[in-house]
C-alpha cells in the first residue's frame, strides 16, 4: 500500500519581525533599555572569582558603562563581555581594592 501526502505551497513576499514585548516601546524599532535580569550581591574571598551579568534590550543597542563606588570602573585586571544581550564584568582574581558596590 503507497500513502500519497499532497500539499499546497504559496509564494510569500514578505518578512515577518519578532519584535521583544517591551513595556516602553512606541516604535518598534527605537525603544528604551530595559533590564531584564541584574546581578544581586556577590560576595568573594581575596583570590576567588567574581562574575556580574545582566540582561538588557534597547533599540538603539544601550551602550553599557561599569561603575565602582559610583564612578567609572577603572581596573585594569577585569574583563568586561558586551554581547547582543548580555554583559558582564568578570574578576579573575579579586582583591582587597575591588571590594564595593559595583
Not at 550581591?41 to 551602550?63: E, I, N, Q, T
Request: some cysteine; glycine content about 4%; charged content about 20%.
Amino acid at each position: 500500500m503507497t500513502r500519497s501526502i499532497t500539499a499546497d505551497f504559496q509564494q510569500v513576499n514578505h518578512l515577518v519581525y519578532e519584535i521583544p514585548n517591551n513595556k516602553y516601546a512606541h516604535n518598534p524599532w527605537n525603544y528604551a533599555p530595559e533590564f531584564l535580569k541584574v546581578f544581586g550581591d556577590v560576595r568573594v574571598h581575596v583570590g576567588g572569582k567574581a562574575v556580574l551579568d545582566c540582561v538588557l534590550l534597547g533599540s538603539p543597542r544601550p551602550k553599557v558603562c561599569w561603575l565602582f563606588n559610583d564612578d567609572k570602573m577603572r581596573f585594569s585586571d577585569v574583563q568586561v563581555e558586551d554581547t547582543a544581550d548580555i554583559c558582564r564584568l568578570t574578576i579573575p582574581y579579586v582583591m582587597p581594592y575591588h571590594f564595593g558596590k559595583h
